[in-house]
């Protein structure tokens, strides 16, 4: 009994530590089960107070087994406290070219964690808000079950 319990509080130990611990923000929005709107936003807002330090931006998806597509595009809007706009299409792979898909997971989800931009300097402080449009080229994407931003300070550059 010992032996469990001492194995249960190190596998508890090694994920505290492990999970994000350099994170300054991490969120995901469950997306609805009967599609992605084409016109409707995953929005997010993040209060950035460090401008010195070099972030990594990524982008999260989880995808089920049944998504249609092997890619995504996606539409990023990032809006700066000042109201300035800067706008990216991006793309990501979610399957390979053999159809295996790259997310983590088993079962019908997979989650995958894309870079976004690398090594940013955000260059004011205050609230920014990120957007994220399917770009696809369906009105109603089915498959994608939710998507998210996760911002880490980098440890070097």
């Known amino acids: 009994m010992t032996r469990v319990v001492f194995g249960v509080a190190i596998a508890v130990a090694l994920m505290a530590t492990s999970c994000g611990k350099d994170a300054v923000y991490d969120a995901n929005i469950e997306i609805p089960q009967n599609g992605w709107s084409s016109d409707s936003l995953a929005t997010f807002t993040v209060d950035i107070t460090d401008t010195i330090s070099a972030h990594l931006i990524y982008i999260n998806i989880r995808n089920t087994t049944s998504y249609?597509?092997?890619?995504?595009?996606?539409?990023?809007?990032?809006?700066?406290?000042?109201?300035?706009?800067?706008?990216?299409?991006?793309?990501?792979?979610l399957a390979d070219t053999k159809g295996h898909w790259t997310g983590k997971g088993f079962g019908a989800l997979r989650d995958n964690q894309f870079p976004y931009k690398q090594y940013v300097r955000f260059p004011e402080e205050g609230t920014y808000n990120f957007n994220l449009q399917q770009g696809m080229r369906t009105h109603n994407l089915n498959g994608i079950a939710s998507v998210g931003i996760r911002i880490e300070k980098a440890t070097s550059k």
């Open 68 to 93: 249609p597509n092997s890619n995504l595009y996606l539409f990023v809007q990032t809006n700066s406290p000042s109201e300035a706009i800067l706008r990216d299409t991006v793309e990501y792979f």
